[in-house]
Nanobody, 122 residues
Framework: QVQLVESGGGLVQTGGSLRLSCAAS????????MGWYRQAPGQQRELVAS???????NYAVSVKGRFTISRDNAKKTVYLQMNSLKPDDTAVYSC????????????????WGQGTQVTVSS
């Protein structure tokens, strides 16, 4: 059974930093693509950062220059380093991975983490 487990959220003051982690476990052959999303109360979920297997990154305009997405292929883990945090960054952050799953017939599927709360105080 494949699952994603997130960690690293919490409460931080304006200007502080946090690093989120998202680890894939189970019968995972490889990570094809990965991304971090966030959803603030009353707002739609938005893409914060994405990373392809080829190394291409994409960031929301609001976080460009402050957030960095990275991965550790051996650990099947993706990270989101968040610096210079602002109150507007307060949200539930969720990771998403497109995984190649080991099976009699390997297949690709999307998986989501459970979400982790990030709160930035002013």
């Amino acid at each position: 059974q494949v699952q994603l487990v997130e960690s690293g959220g919490g409460l931080v003051q304006t200007g502080g930093s946090l690093r989120l982690s998202c680890a894939a476990s189970g019968s995972v052959a490889s990570i094809r693509a990965m991304g971090w999303y966030r959803q603030a109360p009353g707002q739609q979920r938005e893409l914060v950062a994405s990373l392809t297997s080829g190394g291409s990154t994409n960031y929301a305009v609001s976080v460009k220059g402050r957030f960095t997405i990275s991965r550790d292929n051996a650990k099947k883990t993706v990270y989101l380093q968040m610096n210079s945090l602002k109150p507007d960054d307060t949200a539930v952050y969720s990771c998403n991975m497109k995984l190649l799953v080991i099976a009699t017939l390997p297949y690709e599927a999307d998986y989501w983490g459970q979400g982790t709360q990030v709160t930035v105080s002013s």
